[in-house]
């Protein structure tokens, strides 16, 4: 990276000095959970993101593809669960969470879905400007509420797998083509195979977990990838590269050791 490439969220943080940083709206915080009070480090994520999303001039005509590079700890699920509302006010209905672990995935489901969950995130009433709007869970994206925020929740490998072999009830390419999509890489670091390739031949093999992630994401010009790792390897040039202009905030462990809220 030269000097004169910034990192997305430095160029937002540009903005921020300059007083041009947008407030967070009010019903996100008002759809999570009342357990939960936002950190200012977490608060200052959801301004980032709306700010990136409402500014054309950063945005660029590109497709919506960001990267939240936030240590473990740092709440980055509060980050996924406060975006499903605003998003829904942009028009989104249809939301695709994946993530390489099992465990990691049933977690996620249980805090997302179980209202008697002692981790549920969401309030018990989520009110979007004057409208309830229930959490469904979807196998797939052939039939969804249009008034709800509808979920699929599969694991990477299982993706993968149902990309290259359709089967009944399972998702398959054309349910990205026909309306857009939000999808939500957990661990993300853990699809950039195909980034971090060298030789020619590992470079034309289009049968990795990337790839498939890429497909559908550009199956729709006005499908979302939300990004969330703690572990983005900007060491590796590829990686750093790819990232420079998706990583909207950017809150490692350093930083994270350093605010205090660390145990």
């Known amino acids: 990276m030269t000097m004169t490439e910034q990192f997305l969220y430095q160029r937002i943080e540009t903005l921020e000095h300059a007083g041009y940083l947008l407030d967070m709206p009010n019903f996100i915080e008002q759809c999570l959970s009342e357990r939960i009070v ?3 480090y977490q608060q200052k994520a959801f301004q980032y993101f709306v700010t990136y999303y409402e500014n054309e001039g950063l945005r ?3 497709q919506l593809h960001t990267l939240f590079h936030m240590a473990t700890g740092s709440g980055k699920t509060v980050i996924m669960a406060g975006l499903l509302p605003y998003l829904y ?3 989104y209905r249809k939301f695709l969470f994946f993530v390489n672990q099992i465990n990691i995935l049933e977690k996620t489901k249980e805090n997302f879905l179980n209202p008697a969950s002692g981790k549920y995130l969401f309030a018990e009433n989520i009110e979007i400007w004057g409208e309830r709007v ?3 869970e979807v196998d797939n994206f052939s039939f969804v509420d249009e008034h709800a925020i509808n979920i699929c929740f599969t694991t990477t490998q299982k993706l993968h797998l149902d990309l290259g072999f359709p089967k009944e009830n399972g998702v398959a390419i054309d349910d990205f083509e026909d309306d ?4 939500i890489s957990d661990e993300s670091h853990h699809v950039n195979t195909r980034t971090k390739r060298r030789t ?3 470079e034309a093999a289009d049968n990795s977990w990337e790839y498939s992630v890429e497909r559908i994401f ?3 010009r006005d499908n979302a990838l939300l990004e969330f790792t703690a572990t983005c390897d900007l060491k590796d040039p590829a990686v750093r ?3 420079t202009d998706k990583i909207i905030f950017d809150y490692a462990l350093p930083r994270f050791r350093d605010s205090g809220y660390t145990k």
């Open 60 to 62: 660029e005509n590109k």
């Open 89 to 91: 006010t942009k028009g």
């Open 180 to 183: 857009k999509i939000v999808l």
């Open 200 to 202: 020619k031949a590992e």
């Open 38 to 40: 936002l950190r200012d």
């Open 218 to 220: 550009r199956a729709n």
């Open 134 to 136: 229930p959490i469904r």
């Open 241 to 243: 590269q790819k990232y």
